[in-house]
């Protein structure tokens, strides 16, 4: 009787998860929809930076909350205006300045809670563009300051960026992009994160092709 009652409070919790994750998704989807993202970009973020916060050792908890919460890294684009984000040009300062914002949007639209997996979310949108030597945005954190989420969804972005299609841009080769990457440790990217990158660059190149767009 209680391994019947386990098994049903197992199921339940598993399907409300899966629902959980699937709004998640389709709440990221509204702000990417703007961007021209898709689908499989936030999905492949979210997976790849599960796979960095493992080789970190952080414990399973905190590696399902990256999983469900870096898909909304951009959540805060849905407040930047369609003229600057789909500018197929170098954005002016001016622009650029705006396109900013979205990282201040994204926080507000999932902060002021108590709830773990909004606050980290929140955590990730303001942080996502900080970069290790502190000439990042929107707020110029440096080295470790700059919170762990923000540092691991940085490396993950900007790789599925590189590596994807865009309305401006054909997908970079995989060699080109790891060069690139390699060139950003200690400036953009934290040291640490880089190195684990390489080391597990295979199983994040599974994901991409298993959640190609």
Known sequence: RVNELSKHLKEAYDKLKRAYQDTIYRLSLAAEYKDENTYNHIRRVGYMSREIAKGLGLDEYHQELILLTAPMHD????????EILFKPGRLTQDEFEIMKQHT???AKILGGTDVDYLKTASVIALNHHEKFDGSGYPNGLKGKDIPL??????????FDALTSKRPYKEPFPL??????????????FDPEITDLFFDIKDDLIKIKEELKD
């Open 149 to 158: 989420e923000g540092r691991i969804v940085a490396i993950v972005d900007v």
């Open 75 to 82: 959540i805060g684009k849905i407040g930047i205006p369609d």
């Open 175 to 188: 060699d080109k992009s790891f060069k690139i990457i390699l060139e950003s440790r200690g400036t953009h």
């Open 104 to 106: 201040i949007i994204g």
